[in-house]
């Protein structure tokens, strides 16, 4: 299947001599959810930046549905229209004094109609729950809710792909939930997903593809269902493997799951265990496997 987006070996040296990206090639398959993996330094955010033109190779290519882009004006606004960028810090990317006059700030610049511009607006902030403070300044805000501004002024833009940097960290458990359920809705509307991650926890049951990041390369893309079943794979990603992964194993270990691919997710995980409580003890035994 052909890619959304890709980078074809890309290189990257920033102007100080520190090396960005080496040799870094990468495929994002359109209308799934992509995380990012890697430690501090790995290349996540210069990767980031080469998808929407912010950054520019030095060698290797980057290609939006099989085309090389363009670094023109005329090639760099088209690749933004369909590239929305969320950046790890907001107070980077707000600029307006009011939610609703940032929001709008992309579609203006498309050149839209005004009824087109408000419609699209009132969408955006209702998509991230913040109609309410439509009218309000920008730094009365908290830092959950200017990252939610930041998404919806790229959701205003109505990208085919949405990129976030670290969009989890600095939010609380409930926040969390509520940024996941907002990328759900953009990927059951065919919207394609990337963010860059440390939480393999949350890589493992929210993403259907990971690409795992080393020393400015991707060292490893596979889909979450295939890591699943081999542990191993995570420590490129993390000194640790998932937890619901390392439960997994265990139980399997001492004979009280049957062998086979592990659940993404500790609640699930939890769900098995019970089943089993429920089974007749026969089908419980670890020889039953087939
Ligand atoms: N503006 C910059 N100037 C110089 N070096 C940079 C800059 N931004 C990042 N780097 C370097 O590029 C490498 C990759 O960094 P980065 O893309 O920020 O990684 P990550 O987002 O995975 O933490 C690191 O060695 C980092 O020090
Ligand atoms: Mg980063």
């Known amino acids: 299947m052909s890619a959304l987006i890709e980078l074809v070996s890309v290189r990257h040296r920033y102007p100080d001599g520190r090396t960005g990206l080496d040799d870094c090639s990468l495929r994002l398959r359109g209308g799934l959810r992509h995380a990012l993996l890697g430690v501090n330094g790995a290349g996540k955010t210069t990767l980031m930046q080469h998808l929407n033109g912010l950054l520019r190779p030095d060698a290797g290519e980057v290609r939006w549905q099989g085309q090389p882009v363009r670094y023109d004006r005329a090639g760099l606004r088209a690749l933004r229209e369909q590239v929305g960028m ?3 810090n907001p107070d980077r990317q707000l600029f307006s004094a009011h939610v609703e006059e940032d929001v709008s700030f992309g579609p203006l610049n498309l050149g839209l109609p005004d009824t087109e511009v ?5 969408e955006a902030l209702s998509a991230v729950g913040l109609s309410a403070l439509a009218r309000s300044p920008v730094h009365h805000l908290s ?3 200017k990252k939610r501004v930041c998404l919806a002024g790229v959701l205003a833009m109505q990208p085919q792909l949405l990129v976030l940097d670290e969009p989890m960290a600095g939010l609380d458990a409930p926040m969390q939930r509520d940024l996941q359920r907002m990328l759900d809705e953009q990927v059951a509307r065919g919207v ?4 860059s991650t440390h939480d393999v926890d949350f890589a493992a049951a929210w993403a259907d593809e990971v690409h795992v990041m080393a020393a400015g390369r991707c060292v490893r893309s596979d889909s979450v269902d295939r ?12 000194p640790s493997m998932p937890e619901v992964l390392a439960l997994h194993r265990e139980l399997t270990r001492l004979g009280v799951l049957p062998a086979g691919s592990s659940p993404r997710a500790v609640p699930q995980l939890l769900n098995q265990l019970r089943a089993l409580q429920r089974a007749p003890h026969h089908e419980r035994a670890s020889h039953d496997i087939p």
Do not use: K
Request: glycine share 4%.
């Open 118 to 122: 408000r419609a699209r607006v009132a």
């Open 192 to 195: 394609t997903v990337l963010l």
């Open 143 to 145: 830092f959950g809710q």
């Open 86 to 88: 969320v950046f790890q």
């Open 227 to 238: 890591l699943m079943h081999e542990p191993a794979a995570w420590a490129a990603a993390s």
